[in-house]
């Protein structure tokens, strides 16, 4: 059939073909356009949802690093808070224990000095009943020699009676 076609027909013909390959060109062009357009903004979609993803990530690190450095400082300070008490525990302990030990040193000063001023006493006593003694015994000495004194008088009032008389 085309080698019946007259040359200015097949210019026609060529003509309808070339609108229409032009027009399926420019349409193929156009979906290839819109297609390219539609990868490119589902490129940048996906970017934008990477870049997203990213950030997120990074503040969820972020605030997993601050969680846990308020939980390790909330932790401190439990520990610290639990060494402040145990401290004040013990510190009170210790100071139930002194007051524990000034009062039994107190009452061991009172019994002390009770123990010295009785000993004391004593020893006063003991050196007053050793003078009552000692001046007893002097007393006693004194009137015995006083008693010899009076019998050699005797004795001599009666030899120098006997010997008057006789």
């Given at each position: 059939m085309l080698r019946s076609l007259v040359g200015s027909e097949?210019?026609?013909?060529?003509?309808?073909?070339?609108?229409?390959?032009?027009?399926?060109?420019?349409?193929?062009?156009s979906k290839l356009n819109e297609k390219t357009s539609k990868e490119r903004t589902l490129k940048s979609k996906k970017e934008e949802l990477e870049s997203n993803n990213k950030a997120a990530a990074r503040s969820m690190e972020v605030s997993s690093k601050q969680a846990k450095?308020?939980?390790?400082?909330?932790?401190?300070?439990?520990?610290?808070?639990?060494?402040?008490?145990?401290?004040?525990?013990?510190?009170?302990?210790?100071?139930t224990y002194i007051e524990k030990q000034q009062k039994n040193h107190l009452t061991q000063n009172?019994?002390?000095?009770?123990?010295?001023?009785?000993?004391?006493?004593s020893e006063v006593k003991a050196k007053q009943d050793?003078?009552?003694?000692s001046q007893e015994s002097s007393r006693k000495d004194t009137l015995k020699q006083k008693e010899r004194?009076?019998?050699?008088?005797?004795?001599?009032?009666?030899?120098?009676?006997?010997s008057a008389e006789a």
């Open positions: 097949m210019c026609i013909r060529d003509r309808k073909q070339e609108k229409s390959s032009k027009a399926k060109g420019k349409e193929y062009t450095l308020a939980n390790e400082q909330l932790n401190k300070g439990e520990a610290m808070n639990a060494t402040i008490e145990r401290n004040e525990k013990e510190t009170k302990t210790q100071l009172e019994r002390n000095t009770k123990i010295a001023a009785q000993g004391a006493e050793h003078l009552i003694q004194a009076e019998k050699l008088q005797k004795q001599t009032t009666d030899e120098q009676r006997a």
